[in-house]
């Protein structure tokens, strides 16, 4: 009887450790599915202002830009993205912590003064995040796949990663568009 309970809780704990595998690595939108996306390069051109795409204003919000991210050098463009732009400290603290959501291919780029190791939190956040570092060069260095903190946990989990740039959009967002570490973001000059 007890070699049974014992399997049953080993068992249990296989589960819970794989399903936090496959949520924390960002498998579970290969295996759920997220519909139909665009894939390509994200290029960054100078745009229009978007600060009233989201139901919720974003004070951070600059000028909108569109980023094309393409596979490596000079491969297709997997996805492009229209961004706000968060290149002060202010901006960058709040980020996107004043937003209800995000429209599939809208994010985030925060600029940094310089190429660095960087920590975001999912502070104040309504909605789970795919944050992407990016170095002066427009490759792409760190991918991580955030999760919002569980109800009532305090503790903010830091998402490290160096670069100067680092775009945040809807978690999966990496996945869907097959965009990964090694690929590059065409970033406008005004931000360059």
Do not use: C
Request: aromatic share 6%; no cysteine; hydrophobic share 40%.
């Amino acid at each position: 009887m007890e070699r049974r309970a014992g399997m049953v809780v080993l068992a249990t704990v296989g589960v819970l450790v794989g399903g936090a595998l496959v949520l924390q690595s960002g498998l579970w939108v290969d295996l759920v599915g997220t519909g139909e996306y665009e894939r390509g390069t994200v290029t960054v051109t100078e745009g229009e202002d978007t600060a009233d795409r989201t139901e919720t204003p974003v004070g951070t919000a600059t000028t909108g830009t569109t980023v094309a991210v393409r596979e490596n050098d000079a491969g297709a463009t997997l996805a492009t993205v229209e961004v706000r732009i968060a290149d002060t400290g202010t901006k960058r603290y709040v980020g996107l912590s004043e937003t209800d959501s995000l429209a599939p291919d809208e994010g985030m780029l925060f600029v940094h003064e310089e190429v660095g190791t960087h920590a975001y939190v999912m502070r104040n956040m309504s909605f789970p995040l795919d944050i992407v570092f990016v170095d002066a060069d427009g490759t792409i260095t760190t991918i991580h796949h955030a999760s919002l903190p569980e109800p009532g946990d305090e503790t903010l989990h830091r998402y490290e990663g160096r670069g100067k740039y680092v775009l945040e959009v809807n978690r999966g967002w990496a996945n869907r568009t097959g965009v990964s570490v090694g690929d590059r973001a065409e970033l406008p000059e005004r931000v360059a």
